[in-house]
Every structure is written in C-alpha cells, then in structure tokens.
C-alpha cells in the first residue's frame, strides 16, 4: 500500500517541482513562460431535510413533487476541490496567457469525482479560444454562495469558444461564436441533428466606481436543428428553429462594510436558451414536441436573481440570495413538466487568514409542475476551504 500512494503522488510530486524550477529559471531566462498555480482544497458537508438523492447541486427541477417524501440524508464530498495553472510568457507579437483549471465535480450525486477540465483556453491581444465562461454569462456577478452551484436563475455556464474583446477604459464589447449544444424533449421519430451554425453571443460591459461596479448586457441568436423520421412514408425531414436571449447582470457596490458590500442581480428572457441556465441545464427545455403539430417547438425561458453581500467585518460576512425561474412551456411537457422553480439562500462566511475559510448557509427551493402540484426542498450545507 506504501508504494501505491508513492507512485500515485510521484506525478503531481515532479509537476510541482517542474513548476517551482522553472519559474526560478525565469530570473535567468525571460523567454521562458511564467507559471502560477492556484486552486484550493474544500470539503462540503450536507443535510438534507427532504430527499434530493445525495445530490450536491441544489436545483429546484430536480425537487420531487408527487410524492413528496421526507427522508433525511447527510453526507460529506470533496471533490469540488480545484486545481489550476496560469501561463504567461512574452512573445514578439505580445504576451500570451494560457489558462488549464480542472475539478473533480463530474457527477453530482456520487461522492468520489472523477477529474474534469473546467477551463483550458489561451489569450492573446484580444481573443480568447478554448473552453472557458460563456459570454452569456458573467463571473464577476456570481454571489457567494456554499451551494456549489449558486442561483438557479444564473446564466452559468462553461463553452468551448472563440471570442475577441475589444477593451477600453471602462467598457468591453465582446463577440463571440459558442459550442452549440442543444437539449430537446423528443420523441421516438424526433432526434436532435448535429448543429452546422455556431451560437452567435455578443455583449457589451460597462465599469464605474473604480471598476468595483458593473454592467454587462447580452445578446443570444442560436440554431436548433432536428430531423423527423417517418418510417411508415421512408422520409427524412430535416428542419430547424431558432432560439435567441437577451440578459443583464452586474454588480454595484455599496458604501456599508468598509465599501465591501454589493448587490448583484442578473434577468434573463429567451426562446430555446435553457440549456445557458442553472436551473434547467440537463431538463431538455430548449424545445419540445407540439402536441398539435407533432413537431418540436421552442420553450420560452425567463429567469432571475437578486443577491446582498454585507460584510460584518474584515473576518466575518453574509450573503442572501433570491431567485426564479420559469418555462413558458405551451402545453408541450405534459401536466407534470417543469412550470417554475424557487431559489433562495443565506449564509455566513468566517475567514479568520486569507488562505482559509469557513461557511454555513440554509437553502431553499420549490418546484411547481404545469398541473399546479408542488414540491419543497431544504437543506443545510457547511464548508471547509483552504485557498492557495
């Protein structure tokens, strides 16, 4: 068992030494690229009042409505541990950054992850390619939240991408062409098509307040393309429909808390965008089947939240969050389909050094189907974090 653990810890052993040696041989070799490592190390532990199956993603969707059953749970994870490296080296034609982060967070109801990648894109000027956070989000506008996937009313999301920035003082418009994946609700004869077009996002930010306030707006045009196999006529329609969004979310910061304190919010609208949301990522609600036409038809999404941070002190803070979401579904879920969703949080964060960091937060949520029957989530959830 000793010379297991020494072979599975030889790897990140030298990769650390790789780090450290080359980033002193900078001093000797400017060329050479920069390397920083970051990440921290969490554990989370949960109690569930109501039964979410172990799941550490709180998502109002996946609440049970009928029958609503209590059966308290507790269990612990620490596979949202994250560990990333920055790359920085000087060029001819500028500075290039490269950026490789990962997790452990594959699944949300197993409590050992497997390793994932959450970020791997490189910049230089002002284009960003690889997978990162969509343009139709916003991170620096993401509360402080315990649960490891924040307000369910978030446009959250990480795309493959190509984007270029275009950066002044206080503002920066961004293009950008995403991965388009799509989520449909088929049937037997319905599938989805592999997409031809890209999703089109563009969004123009706008600082003040020394940057510590923001605004950011954005624009979404996509395509969903399908195919209706008619074994009976042996015929193969392709057709396609077209989602598009629009969203705003910022932050502004208030003079209570020493000038820490904040409230962010974002608003989100759109046909065909929900697999761009928290809430219902995974749930098929970009479109669905028309009863009447037999085809599928786009879902219209709007969404929501609104979050205060105030900090008691230098050691001490809180946040509470409120969100919605909701799917005007036209009668094409059925009456037990997803109709809306409540989202809402507070907690209590203690950092007694900057490495380290302590939270416990109560959750909220509920779930309303389109027949009207409800469903009530709650849960408790601390954290243990150490940053580096």
Partial sequence: MKHFFILAFCPLFFALQSARAQSFDLKKDSSLP???LYGFITLDATYDFQNLAKSDVFKPGDIPVHPQVTEPAFFMSAKQTRLGLILTQQTPIGSIKGVLEMDFHNTADQPNGLARIRHAYLQWKGLTAGQ??????DFDGRPQTVDYQGPAGSTFSRVPLIRYDFSGKNHTWFVALEDPTEELTTKENITVKKQNLPDLVTAYKAYWNNRKSF???GLLGRQLKYKNIDSTQNTVTTANLYGWGAMAIGKL???AGKGKDNVKFEMVTGNGIARYLLGTTGMGLDAAINPKTHMPDDIKIFAGYIAYQHYWSDKFNSSAIAGAIGANDKALLGSTGFHSGVY???NLFYTPVKPLAFGLEYQYGNRQNINGETGNANRL????????
Avoid at 132 to 137: K, L
Avoid at 381 to 388: E, R, S
């Fill in 34 to 36: 920069q390397v920083k």
């Fill in 381 to 388: 959830q601390g954290t243990f974090v150490y940053n580096f």
């Fill in 253 to 255: 910061a208030l003079p």
């Fill in 132 to 137: 990162t956070w969509s343009t139709f989000y």
């Fill in 344 to 346: 809402a949080t507070a």
């Fill in 215 to 217: 605004l950011k707006l």
